[in-house]
């Protein structure tokens, strides 16, 4: 539908798109994403540090899966084991960055385009371990 007015207010406003809030605050969209605040604690039960690097993700991979007990624990952890994922390959992978789908599910976009459900990943992880986190990362940083 044509109406003029809107079409002046779409190209004074950058066509009319309201810009994401990852696309207005990208750093604080990411550290938000990054804390992870129930990995991180149960991680560090067995002496793990996450330094938002790969070998933190190696380590991850390593660890007895007792959350696997505790079926209200689970999703809560799986999804902050893919947002952890996530802020080491947007940490460490060049061109990397957090990408809101129109659903509003966080995924992580490479330059080539490739979009990489992270949350998903983490939940898969969570509960049966694989694909380990760290091949999830190998594969992102391949291109």
């Not at 960055?97 to 939940?123: D, K, N």
Request: hydrophobic share 40%; glycine share 10%; with cysteine.
């Amino acid at each position: 539908m044509h109406i003029p007015f809107l079409d002046a207010w779409r190209k004074r406003h950058g066509g009319g798109r309201a810009p994401s809030a990852v696309e207005r605050d990208a750093e604080g969209v990411a550290d938000m994403l990054a804390e992870c605040d129930l990995l991180r604690s149960r991680v560090q039960e067995f002496g793990v540090r996450l330094d938002d690097t790969p070998r933190s993700l190696e380590a991850i991979d390593q660890l007895l899966p007792r959350w696997r007990d505790d079926p209200e624990e689970l999703p809560w952890l799986g999804n902050d084991a893919g947002l952890y994922l996530g802020t080491v390959i947007v940490r460490t992978v060049a061109g990397a960055h957090w990408y809101l789908t129109p659903g509003g599910h966080p995924v992580v976009r490479l330059v080539s385009g490739r979009e990489i459900h992270v949350v998903e990943a983490g939940l898969d992880w969570a509960i049966s371990g694989s694909p380990e986190l760290s091949q999830i990362y190998a594969e992102a940083a391949e291109g």
